[in-house]
């Protein structure tokens, strides 16, 4: 079979390039437009899961999976009311939530928007139950739901710790917990985390950010250990600076003393090596999830991987 494919890509390349037949360049164009189509539908039919879809990497997310072919069920909580200790940085509000959801909509497949607050583990029940009944089971869930409160360590104030804890360690094992019997009726599937760089190495200002991210993974590590026995597979997506509302808000720039945009650029861009560039763009976190979920990635459970311009080469964690 691979030797029919690469004989088939052969062809199509050499049939392009050397101006054969219109009738061959036909062909070849017809094959080259069904294979990329194909590439694009890696996850054609699958029901995936992505919490935090109102805006930035989990609208990505849901994005890139359809595109890919997948029913998504987008979820939030959508209320700024809802986070006391934000400071510096609003949380996604119900329009932009629906801004999401209708963006994913006319990208094909079927849609589902479920307001819920991940860290309630009985309205992640709700919302888990719902997804499955609407898309006929699960199987793929991003936990991807976030919080921040930046302030120095002993700065930090109980109420500050308990709202990030909440969502970014609570929130994620309420949202894997409730999706697991889902997943194991449909024979296995994919759970995927969203953990940080700042969860590979320790960053200051970030408060209970970084010992979040940090549990994240150790999260995915024991879920992969015991999962793996009902054929699901468990990975996290481990982002470095990537240009969202949470790493553009005026929070982010005060922790790491930056006056603007262009000087968090001017700030990172040393310390990222791949790309010439200083940020990243969500979908490129939301297209390594789309892999992690994909068969290609079929052989790959209980790993953190890296999607940071290189950022990971300075660490060993």
């Not at 494919?5 to 061959?24: C, E, Q, V, W």
């Not at 935090?52 to 987008?74: H, K, P, Q, S």
């Not at 994240?216 to 240009?243: F, R, S, T, Y």
């Amino acid at each position: 079979m691979m030797q029919t494919d690469n004989s088939r890509r052969t062809f199509i390349r050499a049939a392009l390039a050397a101006g054969a037949t219109t009738a061959a360049v036909g062909f070849a164009r017809a094959a080259q437009a069904q294979e990329t189509q194909s590439m694009t539908k890696l996850l054609d039919g699958k029901a995936v899961l992505v919490t935090g879809a109102a805006r930035g990497i989990g609208r990505a997310m849901a994005e890139a999976f359809a595109d890919a072919g997948a029913n998504v069920a987008l979820l939030d909580i959508a209320d700024p009311s809802a986070y006391r200790t934000a400071r510096g940085y609003r949380v996604a509000n119900m329009s932009e939530f629906d801004a999401a959801v209708a963006s994913v909509g006319r990208r094909g497949g079927r849609t589902l928007k479920l307001v819920a607050d991940v860290r309630d583990h009985a309205q992640m029940e709700r919302a888990t139950a719902r997804a499955a009944e609407a898309f006929g089971g699960l199987d793929v869930v991003l936990a991807n739901a976030g919080f921040v409160a930046w302030h120095p360590f002993e700065d930090g104030t109980p109420a500050q710790w308990q709202e990030v804890f909440d969502t970014n360690v609570h929130g994620v094992w309420n949202t894997m917990h409730t999706a697991i019997p889902h997943l194991r009726r449909r024979g296995g599937g994919r759970i995927i985390a969203t953990s940080s760089i700042g969860g590979r190495f320790g960053v200051a200002g970030n408060g209970a950010y970084t010992a979040s991210k940090w549990a994240v993974i150790g999260m995915v590590k024991q879920a992969a250990a015991e999962l793996g026995k009902h054929n699901i597979a468990v990975n996290a997506v481990a982002p470095g600076p990537v240009d969202t509302p949470m790493y553009r808000s005026e929070g982010q720039r005060r922790s790491m003393g930056a006056a603007s945009a262009a000087d968090q650029d001017r700030m990172l861009a040393p310390m990222l090596p791949y790309g010439g560039r200083a940020v990243q763009d969500p979908r490129e976190i939301a297209d390594a999830a789309v892999f992690l979920a994909s068969d290609a990635a079929r052989g790959i459970s209980g790993v953190s991987l890296d999607v940071a311009l290189g950022f990971n080469a300075s660490y060993t964690a």
